[in-house]
């Protein structure tokens, strides 16, 4: 099992680059600024099951999720509401400094 447990840091490593990327390279650039800038605040603390429910979220494409995210659509089956009300609230959250 000590493999296992070795292993493990390595596959959140890959995970959080992998997500980082897709973050970054939204067709949309209010999608990739609102995904950024949560990315910045939570991108490390997120444990594997929240960055499973990140991948999900950001399977969207980013009109859905502009929809989602002004509360004109519900959020897909599948997606996590918790995880999605951190990236509202971290948004609503941000420091306003003329952007």
């Not at 609102?34 to 399977?59: A, Q």
Request: hydrophobic share 35%; with cysteine; proline share 3%.
């Amino acid at each position: 099992m000590a493999g296992k447990a070795e292993e493990y840091p390595t596959i959140v490593h890959l995970k959080r680059k992998k997500l980082r990327y897709h973050i970054a390279k939204r067709a949309n650039l209010e999608v990739e600024t609102i995904l950024s800038n949560f990315w910045e605040e939570w991108g490390t603390r997120l444990e594997i099951e929240e960055l499973e429910d990140l991948e999900r979220i950001l399977e969207m494409d980013d009109l859905e999720f502009l929809d989602v995210f002004w509360g004109r659509k519900e959020l897909p089956e599948g997606c996590s509401q918790s995880l999605f009300v951190k990236i509202v609230q971290c948004w609503k959250e941000r420091p306003k400094d003329g952007r």
